[in-house]
Each structure stands twice: as structure tokens, then as C-alpha cells.
């Protein structure tokens, strides 16, 4: 990396204004229907594309290759993508080793500056990436674009938390001292995103680290290399100095590893599977030679989420909110609702018009802004038919229950609904991450709470109910970490739902919260006498 004064690559701006959540796009409106059918077609005509590693500034190309899919049409390769080896995580590290000892020290203002100025790109091109969301990943048009204002809303709020956080300082001053609180940049990251919010999860990991005054090497999912790559270009057009994020799609088993064990990294952030998490905090938690510190992990990892439904409540709403939370984006977010708990009164209707609502539910090319896409690969499609088979066995099946075939041979499943599933079976305890849903009979309120709290995860979970003594107690009793009251449980908002969980879910990490900035920092008191 060269050296060279951070200011003069990046344009100085400071926030304006507080913080206030990215609109949604109303595609009802003819404008912005119109805009991203233009943009479908334009990024349509750029899929294909090879993509470098860049480490240090150095674009790099491998024997290896990652092609990325379109899942809704896997004949159709997206981007290919250089493969990232064992061999290559010494190279990143130093690469990235490097440009910390520019970065950590630069002024707060200037990182501020390059996730404003990245923020300002992201808006003027935001039908483009959320076309990349559509080919990439499969995700309609509203669920692309949640993606993206996400995405936003990370650079924006973190920009004014990473002021905040330089401004602190001791909550008071002892007498005869001048005392300060100072929270300082750890070092060099390893930033390991999932492939289901490509461009926000990957984004706001990344950003959180580096206006901090760290350093990342970020390894994006296989399944969606592209939109990182694609982010990464917005951060270097942004201003950002060479090897401040170093980008390298590899696999997890050797390049991935490699990072995690390395001696000189000093945290990793993730976001995936349990058994992924698990693995790299038991990788994380053996000391190297040569390692001087404790890495931190900051691990998301799922959940098996529940939607509490009790007879009092507006069951329209509480129908349609359970609609939304498990079929939204074909179930593939791990704060989908993969149980509905619903109480013996009303169990019957409930699953009636459950059953109805689901089988209306359109399934087919998000690029057509179907409701349901593909689930995101072949692997993804063949356990979907697995689990439909158990719940079969398990319970009484509703609604769907198949695959859905199409001209292009995407890996679409239609909205899944098993009814009078036992709240112990592997329907409801185990993570499926698709259009699958366990709806499980309660009785009495106390009893939902129970069959609620009986998994290993703790993400999301939500309550209808007009009762505010339930409410009540469901804050108290219901063991998650983001709780939903009458609305759906997905849906967190930069801000206002501090997104993490708790057990097996992660380490309640709080993502787009005021305290997420200091998992990525270490506090440090000074203390000078007055003379």
C-alpha cells in the first residue's frame, strides 16, 4: 500500500441532519416500475463478467474460479470470480497489516467522510444493485430494495456513531485530573457474510470495522460474490485507500480457516449457519504463536422463530403476518417465522385461512416481481424436498409441499404449511431456511411461551394479542432478541430494532444498534494529573 494523506482521497462531509431510515420504493408507481425493469435489463446485459481479487490496491487472478449462479435461472452465470486460497491469506494479511497503521490513525472525520460519500453512490445506483439482489440471489423487487435502503441505512447510521463514540468520555472528571475515554480501532478483521442479505449484512459488517479505524479482509459467500464485488467498486470510487478492505471470495475451508487461525487476526465477524459460527469461535478461541491477544467473535447465527397467536388477537392481521414473516423471500432470512403458535380456540380458522392465503401465493421469477423465488441453489432446493418429506411424516400438510417447475429449472418451492406439527419434532427444532412453515397448537398463553422458548436459538419472535398483561409478560418471559408486538418478526430497521439474538442465535451482537460500534473498538483510560 502506499502511503499517502487519507484526506486527499477522500472528499471531506460530515452528516447532515439526524438519522433517518431510507424510504422504500413504491413500485406501484409506474416511474419506479419502469426504472427497474431498465435496470434489470442493464445489469442483465453485464452478468457474466470476471471478477479480480484486490488485495492492497493489486488485482489478482487464480487458476480457481467461483461462478456465481442466478437461481432462478442456473444456466445463467452472474459473475466468476477469482478462488482465494490458503496461500492468499498471508498475502491479505500484510496487505491489510499495512494500511491499519494509515487508517487507525487517520481522523474520525475522514472514515466518516468515505461511508457518506459511499451512502450518496449507493442511492443514485440503487435500482442497479437492487437488479444484481433480483439475479444474484433471487429476491423480488421490494425485498432487493430493503436490501439496498438496509445497506444505507448501515453507512448512515454508523457515520454518526462513530462520532458519537469519538466524542465520549469518562462519565466524570475526578478532581485533580483531566480524564478521557478513548475507544481505538483493534486491527485487521476477518469480515465472513452470508449469501441472504449479500449487500446489507456483507456492507454493514464491513463498514462498522473499517469507520472504527480497522482493517478487513472481507470473503464474501459463494453464492454472492458479485454484489460484493460490485460494493466494493462503490467503496473505492468512494475514496477508499488500498488495503483498508481487501476483498477475497475463497472457500471457507481453506482460505476461510486460514484467516480465522491466523495469528495477526484480530476479530472476525460472521453471519451464517450454527455449526459455521460455532466452528470458527472454537477456531478463534486457540491461541497461535505468535498471537498476543484474545480474537473477539462476533457471530450471528440464526434462529427457529415462533409467531405467538392468541384467540383475543386481530386474526386477519395475525394471518397476515405470519404470511409475511415465513414466506417473505422464500423463508431464507434467519428471523423468518418457521412456527406459528396458535392457541386451541381459534386453531382451526387460523390454519384455514392460513391454508388460503398461501395457496394464493405467487411463485415464480423475481425478476417479474413474483412473490416467492427460488431458494438459492441446488443444495438449498434438494433439503427443501427432504424436509417437506419429514413434515409429512411429522404432521398434516396444508398448503404446498412441492417443487415448482419452470422453463428455466430454477429451484423454486411453493409456500410450505404443515399443520399439528408436536412441538418437539424436527419440523419445529431444527433451522430449515426456506418456504417451510410449522404451525403448532397452544393452550393457553403460558403454554405458547413454553413450546416458544424450547429451542437452542433466540433470534426473533412475535405475539398478537390484545391482552397487555400477555404483552406484558411475553417481554419478560419470551427469550429472544428482537421481540415484535401485533406485527411481523421480520423486518428489523436500522435504529429502531437493534437486530442480534440470543443461545445458539449469537452473540446477541445487536447489529444497527448504538453499541455495535463498540465490538469492533477497545476502551482505553487516560488519566493526566494537573500540574
Given at each position: ?73 442456473p ?100 478532581p ?40 478487513v ?25 488500498p488495503?483498508?478492505v ?61 409467531i ?13 403476518g ?24 381459534i ?62 429449472q ?5 409456500a ?20 417451510i412453515l ?90 493526566e494529573?494537573?500540574?
Open positions: 500500500m502506499a502511503t499517502m494523506e487519507i484526506s486527499t482521497v477522500i472528499p471531506a462531509r460530515m452528516p447532515k441532519g439526524e438519522f433517518r431510515n431510507e424510504p422504500f420504493l413504491d413500485f406501484s408507481r409506474e416511474e419506479n416500475a419502469r426504472a427497474m425493469r431498465e435496470a434489470l435489463t442493464h445489469v442483465g446485459d453485464q452478468l457474466g463478467q470476471e471478477y479480480d481479487l484486490v488485495i492492497g490496491g493489486r488485482r489478482i487472478r487464480t487458476e480457481g474460479k467461483i461462478r456465481s449462479l442466478n437461481p432462478a435461472n444456466a445463467q452465470v452472474v459473475g466468476v470470480h477469482q478462488k482465494a486460497g490458503a496461500e492468499h491469506a498471508e498475502v491479505a494479511m500484510q496487505a491489510a497489516l499495512e494500511a491499519f497503521e494509515i487508517w487507525r490513525i487517520a481522523p474520525v472525520e475522514e472514515r466518516v467522510s468515505l461511508l457518506l460519500r459511499t451512502a450518496e453512490l449507493l442511492r443514485q445506483r440503487k435500482f442497479d444493485f437492487c437488479a444484481w439482489l433480483t439475479y444474484e440471489v433471487g429476491k423480488n423487487w421490494g425485498e432487493a430494495d430493503a436490501d439496498v435502503g438496509e445497506t444505507i441505512d448501515f453507512l448512515e447510521f454508523y457515520a454518526r456513531e462513530a462520532l458519537r463514540l469519538a466524542a465520549m468520555t469518562t462519565p466524570i472528571q475526578y485533580g485530573e483531566r480524564n478521557s475515554l478513548l475507544y481505538l480501532p483493534l486491527g485487521v478483521g476477518a469480515v465472513i457474510p452470508p449469501w441472504n442479505f449479500p449487500l446489507a449484512i456483507m456492507a454493514g459488517m464491513t463498514v462498522a470495522a473499517v469507520v472504527t479505524g480497522n482493517t479482509v472481507l470473503k464474501p459467500s459463494s453464492d454472492s460474490p458479485t454484489i460484493a464485488a460490485r460494493f466494493f467498486n462503490l467503496l473505492e470510487e468512494a475514496g477508499l485507500p488495503g483498508v481487501n476483498f477475497c471470495p475463497g472457500s471457507g475451508a481453506t482460505f476461510g480457516n486460514a484467516l480465522v487461525e491466523h495469528p495477526k487476526t484480530r476479530f472476525i465477524a460472521f453471519t451464517g449457519s450454527k455449526e459455521v459460527g460455532l466452528d470458527i469461535h472454537a477456531r478463534a478461541a486457540q491461541p497461535r504463536p505468535g498471537q498476543i491477544w484474545i480474537k473477539r467473535t462476533v457471530l450471528e447465527m440464526g434462529g427457529k422463530d415462533s405467538i397467536v392468541e384467540a383475543d388477537c386481530d386474526l386477519d392481521a395475525a394471518v397476515t405470519v404470511l409475511q414473516s415465513a414466506f417473505g423471500f422464500s423463508g431464507q432470512k434467519c428471523s423468518a417465522c418457521s412456527r406459528a403458535i396458535v392457541d386451541d380456540k386453531y382451526d380458522i387460523f390454519v384455514d385461512r392460513l391454508r388460503e392465503r398461501a395457496k394464493q401465493l405467487q411463485v415464480g421469477n423475481p425478476a417479474a416481481n413474483a412473490y416467492i423465488g427460488p431458494v438459492v441453489n441446488q443444495s438449498a432446493y434438494e433439503s427443501m424436498l427432504r424436509y417437506i418429506e419429514i413434515g409429512k411424516r411429522e404432521g398434516r400438510l396444508v398448503a404446498g409441499g412441492h417443487a415448482v417447475e419452470t422453463p428455466e430454477g429451484y423454486f418451492i411453493a410450505t404449511v404443515f399443520a399439528d406439527v408436536a412441538p418437539d419434532a424436527r419440523l419445529a427444532q431444527e433451522e430449515i431456511f426456506g418456504p410449522a404451525v403448532i397448537r397452544s393452550r393457553g398463553f403460558e403454554h405458547a411461551l413454553a413450546i416458544a422458548n424450547n429451542t437452542e436459538y433466540g433470534l426473533t419472535g412475535a405475539v398478537y394479542t390484545a391482552s397487555r398483561e400477555k404483552l406484558d409478560m411475553a417481554r419478560r418471559d419470551f427469550h429472544v432478541g428482537n421481540l415484535y408486538f401485533n406485527r411481523k418478526c421480520t423486518g428489523a430497521m436500522v435504529g429502531a430494532h437493534p437486530f442480534g439474538g440470543f443461545n445458539m442465535s449469537g452473540t446477541d451482537s445487536k447489529a444497527g444498534g448504538p453499541d455495535y460500534l463498540h465490538l469492533f473498538t477497545q476502551a482505553k483510560s487516560v488519566a494529573k494537573i500540574i
